[in-house]
């Protein structure tokens, strides 16, 4: 009797638990896309407030596209890329809003953004258009095209 006591309660707590399912592709990315494949090796850092930096992407071989975390704290992101060939950094800073997207206690807040503007040193980098400016959970469509200078 007491096991069946147990097993009861097993099956109401299971019952009671949330029956929201959270979102299976859940990350939150900033989805750039290369105009031409960068023909060279390509490095990003992230410039934190504190003076810290952080690798975002690591020596990557010919890019076609990245996608590229947010921090979900600041209106402006610094990040700084790198190339081995031409040898130079430029520097990125991408102006946004960070929005708190909450479904449900069981998922956690998640932060969308919306890209306000880029801004960018022409070292390396030819130009930066913004194609989507929204950035949720949807990483199908680039939200920014970055075009590399000419390495030839």
Same mark, same amino acid.
């Given at each position: 009797?007491? @096991?069946?006591?147990?097993?009861?309660?097993?099956?109401?707590?299971?019952?009671? +638990? $949330? #029956?929201?399912? +959270? *979102?299976? %592709?859940?990350?939150?990315? +900033?989805?750039? %896309?290369?105009?031409?494949?960068?023909?060279?090796? &390509?490095?990003?850092?992230? @410039?934190?407030?504190?003076? #810290?930096?952080?690798?975002? &992407?690591?020596?990557?071989?010919? *890019?076609?596209?990245?996608?590229?975390?947010?921090? /979900?704290?600041?209106?402006?992101? =610094?990040?700084?890329?790198? =190339?081995?060939? &031409?040898?130079?950094?430029?520097?990125?800073?991408?102006?946004?809003? !960070?929005? *708190? @997207?909450?479904?449900?206690?069981? +998922?956690?807040?998640?932060?969308? @953004?919306?890209?306000?503007?880029?801004? /960018?040193?022409?070292?390396?980098? !030819? $130009?930066?258009?913004?194609?989507?400016?929204?950035?949720? /959970?949807?990483?199908?469509? *680039?939200?920014?095209?970055?075009?590399?200078?000419?390495? !030839?």
């Amino acid at each position: 009797m007491k @096991h069946l006591v147990t097993a009861v309660l097993l099956l109401l707590l299971t019952a009671a +638990c $949330s #029956s929201i399912e +959270c *979102p299976v %592709q859940n990350t939150v990315a +900033c989805y750039y %896309q290369v105009n031409d494949t960068l023909k060279d090796t &390509l490095t990003i850092f992230s @410039h934190r407030k504190n003076g #810290s930096d952080t690798i975002l &992407l690591n020596q990557s071989q010919n *890019p076609t596209s990245f996608k590229l975390p947010l921090s /979900y704290q600041n209106g402006v992101d =610094t990040l700084l890329f790198t =190339t081995k060939r &031409l040898a130079v950094t430029d520097t990125v800073w991408l102006y946004k809003n !960070d929005m *708190p @997207h909450f479904e449900s206690v069981d +998922c956690g807040v998640a932060y969308f @953004h919306e890209i306000k503007d880029v801004k /960018y040193t022409r070292k390396g980098i !030819d $130009s930066i258009i913004i194609q989507k400016t929204f950035i949720d /959970y949807d990483l199908t469509n *680039p939200h920014l095209r970055i075009y590399f200078k000419s390495r !030839d």
